[in-house]
């Protein structure tokens, strides 16, 4: 299946960039593509798959023609 993968510039993806393609196979979930693109460590815990425009889980499994949205939340104070 082709997904189509974007994301905010200070995530720091070097292996892809937003906006393109990705070919997976079928019943990869939001999380194992954050671990295909190196997503790892302690922060991973507060980074949103957003798929379709809607907010998931990492445990949603993705179909073709999908857009997955990387989003990870900023705060402060």
């Keep these: 299946m082709k997904i189509t993968v974007e994301y905010l510039g200070f995530l720091e993806i070097d292996s892809i960039k937003s906006g393109s393609a990705m070919e997976l196979p079928d019943g990869t979930t939001a999380g194992e593509v954050f671990s295909r693109l190196g997503l790892k460590g302690s922060y991973l815990k507060y980074v949103l798959p957003i798929i379709n425009g809607t907010r998931t889980g990492h445990d949603q499994p ?4 999908d857009k997955l949205f990387i989003y990870l939340p900023v705060g402060g104070g």
């Design 62 to 65: 993705l179909k073709d023609g």
